[in-house]
């Protein structure tokens, strides 16, 4: 399974933003359980943003509650980030993960996937 993000840009400080997450590959063969976003600077530790299970349960970073919403659409394997008042501390490479289930004849094989990243810049 693959992960792609899309969305990512330069806004000022209060605009808004929407992440995109598709998973691809072999999504008919395994099934993606919970998703979410992760944000982190070169040089700094990555740190959790948002998480979605896969039934909608959602957990969030006390930095971007009230701000922030995840949210999924299991039909197309997709998770989303809509980012609101955006404050220049949410400067960060934001990465999509996902953990999967990968069913074989002798079980399933859990896994991680990550994206690639995808940047967002928020100007004073």
């Known amino acids: 399974v693959q992960l792609v993000e899309s969305g990512g840009g330069s806004v000022q400080a209060g605009e808004s933003l929407r992440l995109s997450c598709a998973a691809s590959?072999?999504?008919?063969?395994?099934?993606?359980?919970?998703m979410g976003w992760y944000r982190q600077v070169t040089g700094k530790q990555r740190e959790l943003v948002a998480t979605?299970?896969?039934?909608?349960?959602?957990n969030y970073a006390h930095s971007v509650k009230g701000r922030f919403t995840i949210s999924r659409d299991n039909a197309k394997n997709t998770v989303y980030l809509q980012m609101n008042n955006l404050k220049p501390e949410d400067t960060d490479v934001y990465y999509c993960h996902a953990e999967v289930a990968v069913h074989t004849i002798e079980g399933d094989n859990h896994v991680e996937a990550w994206g690639q990243g995808t940047l967002v810049t928020v100007a004073s």
């Open positions: 979605i299970g896969r039934g909608g349960s959602t």
């Open positions: 590959g072999s999504t008919s063969s395994s099934t993606i359980n919970a």
